[in-house]
């Protein structure tokens, strides 16, 4: 510690762009972009998706993002990611696409976090021994941060990127960076590792 990592960004950190990252600038660890988890666990889909999780070995260690809203098909996913040999797993919860969320994935996980839950259980179970990780935002349309965090820290994740906006903001507000402060307090004693997110703009 400290530690820097890629974040994950559709249609932007794919294979090519993470060869020249760690080529020039290689970050602590890599992610992906997010993958569909129902996607993967379609053995006709996945064959069309596998691309997105194309990695050298070079991109080590290098963590594969997916999104889903069903516990069932997050498990086989996370199994995939095992046998394609990534080093951890990580659930996107945070995402504000509209099309996303219709699934019931991304950002709209913070308005059911039983579920979220459920599949973060599924995730572990069907990784085995991959570190589980999540990434999400501070709340859906107010800072709900309080009740949140704590209900995905109870799973015992070895990771929690928290983007320091809520999901009405967008990326239209400055990050409160001193939410991400309060997040390692909320997560001090659970053993999990807190990553803020968020107007990043250099190293310093």
């Known amino acids: 510690k400290p530690f820097f990592v890629l974040a994950p960004m559709a249609d932007v950190t794919d294979v090519a762009f993470r060869e020249i990252i ?7 660890v890599l992610w992906t972009e997010f993958v569909s988890a129902d996607g993967l666990a379609h053995p006709k889909a996945r064959e069309k998706l596998l691309i997105d999780f194309k990695f050298r070995k070079k991109e080590h260690p290098i963590v594969a993002q997916i999104f889903g809203a069903n516990p069932d098909t ?4 996370a199994a995939l990611v095992k046998e ?4 951890g797993l990580d659930i996107n919860m945070g995402c504000p696409d509209r099309t996303i969320e219709k699934q019931g994935a991304g950002a709209a996980l913070m308005k059911n976090p039983k579920l979220a839950q459920e599949i973060i259980y599924a995730a572990k179970e069907g ?6 990780s999540v990434k999400t935002r501070i709340g859906y349309n107010k800072d709900e941060m309080e009740t949140w965090l704590p209900a995905l820290l109870e799973t015992g994740l070895a990771a929690l990127t928290v ?8 990326s239209q507000v400055p990050a409160r960076w001193e939410r991400i402060a309060r997040a390692v307090e909320l ?5 999990t590792l807190i990553i803020g997110n968020g107007d990043a703009l250099d190293m310093k």
């Open 127 to 132: 990784a085995c021994d991959l570190p589980v």
């Open 22 to 28: 760690a080529k020039y600038g290689k970050p602590d």
């Open 74 to 77: 997050i498990n086989k996913a």
């Open 163 to 170: 983007h320091a906006r809520t999901r009405k903001e967008m």
């Open 187 to 191: 997560a001090k004693w659970t053993g």
């Open 84 to 87: 394609l040999g990534f080093d």
